[in-house]
């Protein structure tokens, strides 16, 4: 498991070495990226079942949060790049500060919800609101599943 997340993060994270080869791997990220969005916005489309009335005001709400979700995307990858390249010095302090950094991720994604929730049920409705609170909750988990298998537990450290 340790393997594949090391090819995962050479190929993934490691972009941000600044190699030659960097320029492709980011360009490839972007393009994951960019095909991600686009199968959301595809879920979406279909899952929201909106009128078009309530799809000019959802589209460019939901615009906005896509950019904000971005950033938050950019700010895992580097916590995931950080725990890659410590995996087999991790000490007691280290895992410490990724874990903190973790939660904090976390704790930014749910205030980014409750955010977006209520902007969505201010300019349209708590249902509409909901409803896209639980499909993007779905395509988050289909993504971290899909994660999940190549991000090894941390190592035990003694104290």
């Known amino acids: 498991m340790h393997r594949k ?3 995962w993060s050479l190929v993934v994270l490691g972009i941000l070495a600044g190699s ?20 959301k916005v595809a879920v979406l489309t279909e899952s929201m ?3 078009e009335a309530e799809s000019e005001k959802f589209w460019p ?3 906005e949060y896509e ?3 971005s950033k938050r995307g950019d700010r895992r990858l580097a916590l995931l790049k950080r725990y890659a390249e410590n995996y087999d010095s991790l000490g007691n302090e280290e895992v410490k500060k990724i874990a903190r950094d973790w939660f904090k991720l976390q704790e930014d994604h749910l ?16 249902s509409i609101a909901a409803r896209f609170v639980q499909v993007e909750h779905q395509i988050g988990l289909l993504v971290e599943l899909g994660q999940v298998e190549e991000i090894p537990l941390v190592n035990p450290v003694k104290k």
């Open 5 to 7: 997340l090391l090819s």
């Open 20 to 39: 030659g080869q960097a320029f492709a791997q980011r360009d490839f990220i972007e393009q994951l990226r960019s095909d991600l969005r686009a199968e």
């Open 49 to 51: 079942e909106l009128e």
């Open 61 to 63: 709400i939901y615009r």
């Open 67 to 69: 950019l904000e979700l």
């Open 111 to 126: 205030k980014l919800q409750k955010k977006y929730f209520d902007r969505m049920e201010k300019e349209l409705t708590a």
